[in-house]
């Protein structure tokens, strides 16, 4: 693709990013067969080389995003199937993420827009406030046919029973049990641990089991990603910083052999720390290293030994692979083998590459779209006729959980951890 970018423009790193990414679109469109939004509303301007176009416009003229652009960037799920498609290797996430980040600069949304996308910054990173607002959301259920569409959608979606916070999220070092093999820290994150906090209890549990001294580091909290997405480059560099900082102050102190993330969503952001922080003196190098020790789980357990006591019984299990874990980290077999390895019977999702529609906040701020993509999820789940459904990413479990509740036959969903933690030994989990 020509770009005509001039030398001025250029000399803004981020532009000299984009004009490279840029430039390695061969306008081929591959991207538009594995595109989510493109297979729903077949508009060219709804697939990646279609954005692509629209970014390139508006990235060249300088200028203030339009309407046409910001609607389009919109409807992105950053679900990066064109990058896993793409053979000239354009980098697409970050391109789309120096959109947002333009967009969120130069456009002036809707009163309505601009004050849900502020709700959602403020709510979800912070643990306490969300956990707050869905016990309202919990009592506002009743009344949701009298709010706004967008904001009836997220009081729809509020869980029927909250669970109680863990103590395994507070700061603390949990000893492997034995010889100690590694010495891990573990990301909490934010919405996660409110609204399933028995994922880190068995992550935990199941790394000390299996050799790991296990570190919940001071300091450390929400990735980033949810804002980063939403193009609010500044809160989410501050996030990414704090957590930097602590998880350095770990590694320069006992050390650390990863740092491991069960939210594969959170686990393609910090990933990605030393890219966004590339330009910044003071936390570039730091910034790298975390790149280098993040790691998904299923990487970190594939290295240990597991083994299954015949805790759990020998179910079929439909294993739904996040587009950040399939697609943001190239990971695709690691969590299938590990189930197997636990005794499970482990069966792909048609359609498996694309996107269920959660796609951190755009379930919230594209509900119509996110839910043709949920329920068409959910059907395909249900044609493998498994027991139950496993996946790694919070986002997708609750998502999943409510296509499959909205379709008529409820089937368990768990992170992949719960599955492995109950088959060696762990609790049973609840719903069984």
């Given at each position: 693709?020509?770009?005509?970018?001039?030398?001025?423009?250029?000399?803004?790193?981020?532009?000299?990013?984009?004009?490279?990414?840029?430039?390695?679109?061969?306008?081929?469109?591959?991207?538009?067969?594995?595109?989510?939004?493109?297979?729903?509303?077949?508009?060219?301007?709804?697939?990646?080389?279609?954005?692509?176009?629209?970014?390139?416009?508006?990235?060249?003229?300088?200028?203030?995003?339009?309407?046409?652009?910001?609607?389009?960037?919109?409807?992105?799920?950053?679900?990066?199937?064109?990058?896993?498609?793409?053979?000239?290797?354009?980098?697409?996430?970050?391109?789309?993420?120096?959109?947002?980040?333009?967009?969120?600069?130069?456009?002036?949304?809707?009163?309505?827009?601009?004050?849900?996308?502020?709700?959602?910054?403020?709510?979800?990173?912070?643990?306490?406030?969300?956990?707050?607002?869905?016990?309202?959301?919990?009592?506002?259920?009743?009344?949701?046919?009298?709010?706004?569409?967008?904001?009836?959608?997220?009081?729809?979606?509020?869980?029927?029973?909250?669970?109680?916070?863990?103590?395994?999220?507070?700061?603390?070092?949990?000893?492997?049990?034995?010889?100690?093999?590694?010495?891990?820290?573990?990301?909490?994150?934010?919405?996660?641990?409110?609204?399933?906090?028995?994922?880190n209890e068995a992550t935990i549990r199941l790394l000390t089991r299996l050799g790991c001294d296990v570190v919940v580091a001071p300091g450390s909290g929400c990735c980033g990603a949810l804002e980063h997405h939403m193009g609010r480059e500044a809160a989410a560099h501050a996030k990414a910083q704090a957590n930097i900082a602590a998880w350095i102050n770990e590694a320069d102190g006992e050390g650390l052999d990863a740092i491991v993330v069960n939210a594969s969503g959170c686990g393609t952001n910090l990933k990605d720390y030393g890219f966004m922080l590339r330009n910044d003196a003071a936390w570039a190098e730091r910034a790298a290293r975390v790149s280098a020790l993040a790691r998904d789980i299923s990487e970190v357990l594939l290295d240990l030994e597991i083994k299954p006591d015949g805790s759990a019984p020998a179910l079929k299990l439909a294993y739904h692979s996040a587009c950040s874990l399939q697609h943001g980290q190239k990971i695709t077999q690691a969590p299938k083998q590990l189930l197997q390895r636990a005794g499970f019977t482990v069966s792909d999702v048609p359609e498996g590459h694309l996107c269920c529609g959660s796609a951190g906040t755009y379930n919230l701020l594209q509900p119509e779209l996110a839910t043709q993509l949920r329920d068409r999820?959910?059907?395909?789940?249900?044609?493998?006729?498994?027991?139950?459904?496993?996946?790694?990413?919070?986002?997708?479990?609750?998502?999943?959980?409510?296509?499959?509740?909205?379709?008529?036959?409820?089937l368990p969903v768990l992170h992949t951890v719960q599955w492995l933690d109950w088959a060696t030994g762990g609790p049973k989990p609840a719903g069984f």
């Open positions: 693709m020509q770009t005509s970018f001039t030398l001025a423009q250029l000399a803004d790193p981020d532009i000299a990013e984009a004009n490279t990414i840029l430039r390695k679109c061969v306008h081929c469109g591959f991207c538009t067969a594995t595109c989510p939004t493109y297979a729903l509303l077949g508009d060219e301007r709804d697939s990646p080389r279609g954005r692509i176009y629209l970014i390139k416009q508006m990235l060249e003229g300088g200028e203030a995003a339009t309407e046409e652009t910001v609607r389009h960037v919109d409807r992105c799920l950053s679900c990066l199937s064109c990058m896993t498609t793409c053979p000239s290797s354009v980098h697409y996430m970050h391109l789309v993420d120096h959109a947002r980040a333009h967009i969120e600069q130069t456009y002036q949304r809707s009163l309505g827009d601009r004050l849900l996308r502020s709700l959602l910054a403020w709510l979800l990173p912070y643990p306490g406030r969300f956990r707050w607002a869905l016990r309202g959301a919990m009592l506002a259920r009743p009344f949701a046919g009298l709010l706004p569409a967008k904001l009836r959608g997220m009081v729809q979606m509020a869980p029927k029973r909250l669970p109680a916070a863990s103590s395994v999220d507070l700061p603390q070092v949990f000893k492997a049990e034995g010889a100690r093999k590694k010495r891990v820290a573990l990301l909490t994150g934010c919405a996660q641990q409110v609204l399933d906090p028995a994922i999820k959910a059907a395909n789940i249900r044609s493998v006729g498994a027991d139950a459904v496993a996946a790694g990413n919070i986002g997708c479990l609750v998502q999943i959980a409510g296509g499959l509740e909205a379709g008529g036959k409820a």
